[in-house]
């Protein structure tokens, strides 16, 4: 039978999903395993203009994305990885929770395996590790070390470097936490494509989840 390319190339895109299941199950949150880009309230307009650019590079460009909580910027990168996954690479997710147990095992297999992944999702994990020298010094070289290999990271954050001048409404962040951030700021600024997400709307696209 004749189709279009389109159908062709969702009909692959599914194929290989179906043999991937298991991996993706197991790096993907059940909540967000169901992403709707045609739903009203997500930013589908973002997510084209970020998917164009990361498959344009062959999903080898590093992205930054800053968007406010519920502006579905986890979900995007998620959906990021998943096209990584597709293209045979190996992921991986940082999610915050995890930073601490990184900055205790640092030199140990776990930094080695988050730094090797070919593409890696750090989810909101600034926040987590400016309050923190040294979490905030081995995210710093996490960063660094995979820039250096050439890796592909997918960095979210609820603010960018503009947010962090008066750290007041973050905590009392103090000008030793706003340093470590601007340092981490500038490697993301060197390495990253940025993706700004708008304000979310009343009726959050997450809440909706």
């Not at 389109?6 to 992403?35: G, H, Q, Y």
Request: proline share 2%; charged share 30%.
């Amino acid at each position: 039978f004749v189709s279009c390319d389109d159908c062709i190339e969702k009909w692959i895109e599914n194929d290989k999903m179906e043999k991937l299941a298991d991996l993706w199950k197991s790096i993907c949150p059940e909540r967000f395993v169901n992403t709707n880009i045609d739903h009203a309230e997500f930013p589908k307009g973002v997510y084209l203009a970020a998917k164009k650019t990361f498959l344009a590079s062959e999903c080898s460009q590093s992205m930054f994305l800053i968007g406010k909580t519920g502006s579905a910027k986890t979900r995007v990168g998620l959906l990021l990885l998943k096209r990584s996954l597709l293209a045979g690479k190996s992921i991986s997710v940082l999610w915050p929770e995890n930073l601490p147990k990184l900055s205790t095992s640092y030199n140990s297999d776990t930094f080695d395996r988050f730094a090797s992944y070919q593409v890696l999702l750090v989810d909101d994990a600034l926040m987590t590790a400016c309050r923190d020298a040294k979490q905030t010094e081995h995210l710093k070289q996490l960063i660094d070390v995979r820039m250096r290999h050439m890796k592909t990271t997918i960095f979210t954050s609820q603010v960018g470097q503009e947010a962090f001048k008066d750290g007041k409404q973050y905590g009392e962040l103090d000008s030793a936490d706003l340093e470590r951030v601007d340092a981490i700021m500038r490697r993301l600024r060197e390495e990253c494509q940025i993706v700004n997400f708008a304000e979310p709307t009343v009726s959050k696209f997450e809440e909706q989840f």
